[in-house]
């Protein structure tokens, strides 16, 4: 995305608070020149918070959302008040809804290390996640994926970012594990996430800083969800 928004949580996942200026104010949300709040996509949910304005007035973020011109809209709830447009804030996020959302996030990209097939779809709920593969005939099995997951979470593999262009990334599309999710195309760097030596890929979400931060995990369900497509979902065992 493009938009005019610096995405703080990109290199600084791990912070909590940070200060904007209010550049916009629509019904379609408030864009801020900078902001910690993760906008859905990649199958990870939008960032809830506050905004506080320099008189301690307080605004409820409900959702965090991409427009179509690339801006990051944090979209108030309902009764909140807004902003006015040049006014600095201080914003919040929830850290206890993003931190179990950043180790599912991660623990997707092990669990397409440990079924090597490709990915068609998935998505992060709180405390679970799911991704989907296209895989002919099921040979999977419960327990058997649930335990390579936790020998890779154990292994504390390092989760470190890098960025490639466009153009090397056409090179190498082996990189590229998802069928439907295409990284989307701006023509600018390519975010790569590299997890030790066992998994690189092209992804924008929020990842933890090891993969032992994750904690135990187990597959709750493996469904046959039409001919080619097996859906696996899993949980955080806290
Ligand atoms: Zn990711």
Redesign the pocket.
């Known amino acids: 995305m493009s938009g005019s928004t610096e995405a703080l949580y990109r290199e600084h996942p791990y912070a909590t608070a940070f200060d904007a200026t209010v550049v916009g104010v629509d019904d379609n949300g408030i864009v801020l020149d900078r902001s910690l709040f993760y906008p859905q996509g990649?199958g990870q949910p939008g960032d809830a918070g506050v905004l506080v304005t320099a008189d301690g007035t307080r605004i409820a973020i409900d959702d965090t959302r991409y427009d179509a011109a690339g801006d990051i809209r944090h979209r108030p709830a309902p009764d909140a008040p807004r902003p006015a447009e040049g006014e600095r804030v201080s914003g919040t996020i929830d850290w206890a809804l993003r931190y179990p959302r950043m180790r599912i996030?991660?623990c997707?990209?092990l669990l397409s290390v440990a079924i090597p097939a490709p990915v068609t779809g998935g998505s992060i709920g709180d405390g679970h996640g799911r991704l989907d593969f296209d895989l002919p005939e099921s040979t999977l099995e419960r327990e058997a994926v649930t335990a390579t997951l936790n020998e890779l979470i154990a292994a504390d593999h390092p989760v470190t970012t890098e960025w490639i262009t466009q153009a090397e990334l056409d090179a190498r599309p082996e990189l590229v594990k998802t069928l439907s999710v295409q990284p989307p195309r701006t023509g600018g760097p390519v975010r790569l996430?590299r997890i030790g030596a066992i998994d690189l890929?092209p992804?924008g979400?929020t990842?933890v800083a090891a993969t032992a931060e994750i904690g135990r995990v187990r597959v709750r369900k493996i469904e046959k969800k039409s001919r080619h497509n097996r859906r696996v979902s899993i949980v955080l065992e806290d």
Do not use: I, P, W
């Open positions: 990649g996030h991660t997707l990209h996430v890929q992804c979400g990842h």
